[in-house]
């Protein structure tokens, strides 16, 4: 009997936003950079199982928000509302359209309700508030 492990999902990235409708692919492919970016920022570069890289609704967050300044810089909240993206909520949409579709997990702690209002999007992404990162 072949050794189990994570299912192949039942359709491809590119079927799931073409079905789903929501948000566009380069929303749903900024997601997934941003939490491997944030997965990284949380657990370091230790090799873990996919479930010891797990992040909180709030870090995931937190963590696009801070992938989101270093992609895009001053136009980080310009391309996120482009897309269709104005609050944490939205992350959540995302992410729980996903894992209702097979194409991410969760633990038993997750809620929909983690990504609500974990910061406010207008003042968060403001152009006026951005602030060049210094150099390290």
């Known amino acids: 009997m072949p050794p189990s492990g994570p299912q192949p999902p039942a359709q491809s990235l590119e079927e799931f936003v073409q079905q789903a409708g929501t948000f566009p692919i380069e929303a749903f492919i900024f997601l997934n950079e ?34 989101a300044f270093q992609k895009y810089g001053m136009l980080a909240g310009t391309v996120l509302q482009h897309w269709g993206i104005t609050s944490t909520r939205d992350f959540g949409a995302m992410v729980y359209s996903l894992i209702a579709a097979g194409m991410m997990g969760k633990s038993e702690s997750d809620s929909q309700e ?16 951005y602030r060049i990162p210094k150099l390290k």
Do not use: I, P
């Not at 970016?37 to 797990?54: F, I, L, M, P, S």
């Not at 983690?114 to 508030?129: I, L, P, S």
């Open 114 to 129: 983690d990504f609500c209002e974990v910061y406010d999007f207008r003042c968060t992404f403001d152009a006026k508030n």
């Open 34 to 67: 941003g939490l491997a970016y944030t997965a990284h920022a949380v657990h370091g570069k230790r090799q873990h199982a996919e479930q010891d890289r797990h992040v909180s609704g709030q870090q995931l967050c937190e963590g696009l928000r801070d992938f």
